[in-house]
Nanobody
Framework: QVQLVESGGGLVQAGGSLRLSCAASGRTFSAYTIGWFRQAPGKEREFVAA???????TRYADSKGRFTISRDNAKNTVYLQMNSLKLEDTAVYYC????????????WGQGTQVTVSS
């Protein structure tokens, strides 16, 4: 399995930006897709964005263009650039790996907290 470690979370004011990183190690070839998910307190975990490791295909939930997912193959790292952050973006953000395009995500990181303040 692939091991995933998120970083880059923190406290930011509404309207600000953050870039999350997801570093992959181990059986990285098995991470055909890397996805970002988030879970806010009292809510279900929800899909945010995903990228195909080779080819770079992307898929987004409805972030209205505020979020951008990208990858750096040389660094085995996937990024989530988040702009124009809103209070409702506050959540723990997780990256996850799937061995197929948007299939079942079986490898998960520990999560990174993003808090947006007013």
């Amino acid at each position: 399995q692939v091991q995933l470690v998120e970083s880059g979370g923190g406290l930011v004011q509404a309207g600000g930006s953050l870039r999350l990183s997801c570093a992959a190690s181990g059986r990285t070839f098995s991470a055909y897709t890397i996805g970002w998910f988030r879970q806010a307190p009292g809510k279900e975990r929800e899909f945010v964005a995903a990228i195909r490791w080779s080819g770079g295909n992307t898929r987004y939930a409805d972030s209205k263009g505020r979020f951008t997912i990208s990858r750096d193959n040389a660094k085995n790292t996937v990024y989530l650039q988040m702009n124009s952050l809103k209070l409702e973006d506050t959540a723990v953000y997780y990256c996850a790996g799937s061995s197929s395009w948007l299939g079942s995500f079986g490898s998960w990181g520990q999560g990174t907290q993003v808090t947006v303040s007013s």
